[in-house]
Antibody, heavy 118, light 107 residues
Framework: QVQLVQSGAEVQRPGASVKISCKAS????????MHWVRQAPGQGLEWMGI????????TYAQKFQSRVLMTRDTATSTVYMEMSRLRFDDTAVYYC???????????WGQGTLVTVSS | DIQMTQSPSSVSASVGDRVTITCRAS??????VAWYQQKPGKAPKLLIY???TLQSGVPSRFSGSGSGTDFILTISSLQPEDFATYYC?????????FGQGTKVEIK
């Protein structure tokens, strides 16, 4: 079955960087786009960007343009989301989510909690 | 950016009730809307896409309707497992955007 398994929780200092992984299985990795969405504690869903695993090209929400890098490794069917210059308000659960044609998100990874704390 | 405005933000209902949640887009998005269900501590789950198409495996008590700027998610007969938060999302253009969520609570 299709599965997205994300890396474990992270605690980082303000100003540091974090890199989260999302390993896909159960389908042809390059056939589907992958999105990243985050959710701050008690808040709604915020779209961050999308990567095309076929060529590695990404599109980011303007808010994250200068601080986020999405990459992929086709050999291991894994996508990565790296965020730099972390701030306290980056504390959130970060999700990867697959989509066909970059449209609907299904399924989602289990989420990775990133806590930014001094 | 396209704004997605959901209403109500929360609703209290009983098992067996009919529940409707509305999502309004800030511009015409044709039918490029999906609905997701999220339970506490869990990832969202796709319920409906293209405004009215039921995702495989989702119970038929869930339905979606609408086009243009106004969309509705209906739960025809609320079940205990349906108490959750529901989000709409547009895929008409980038950036993808979500509604703020509607929490369905037990009355």
């Amino acid at each position: 079955q299709v599965q997205l398994v994300q890396s474990g929780a992270e605690v980082q200092r303000p100003g540091a960087s974090v890199k989260i992984s999302c390993k896909a299985s159960g389908y042809t990795f390059t056939t589907y786009f992958m999105h990243w969405v985050r959710q701050a504690p008690g808040q709604g869903l915020e779209w961050m960007g999308i990567i095309n695993p076929t060529d590695g090209r990404s599109t980011y929400a303007q808010k994250f343009q200068s601080r986020v890098l999405m990459t992929r490794d086709t050999a291991t069917s894994t996508v990565y989301m790296e965020m730099s210059r972390l701030r306290f308000d980056d504390t959130a659960v970060y999700y990867c989510a697959r989509s066909e044609g970059a449209i609907w998100f299904d399924p989602w990874g289990q989420g990775t909690l990133v806590t930014v704390s001094s | 950016d396209i704004q997605m405005t959901q209403s109500p933000s929360s609703v209290s209902a009983s098992v067996g009730d009919r529940v409707t949640i509305t999502c309004r887009a800030s511009q015409d998005i044709i039918n490029w809307v999906a609905w997701y269900q999220q339970k506490p501590g869990k990832a969202p789950k796709l319920l409906i896409y293209a405004a009215s198409t039921l995702q495989s495996g989702v119970p038929s008590r869930f339905s979606g309707s609408g086009s243009g700027t106004d969309f509705i998610l209906t739960i025809s007969s609320l079940q205990p497992e349906d108490f959750a938060t529901y989000y709409c999302q547009q895929s008409h253009s980038f950036p993808r955007t979500f509604g703020q969520g509607t929490k369905v609570e037990i009355k």
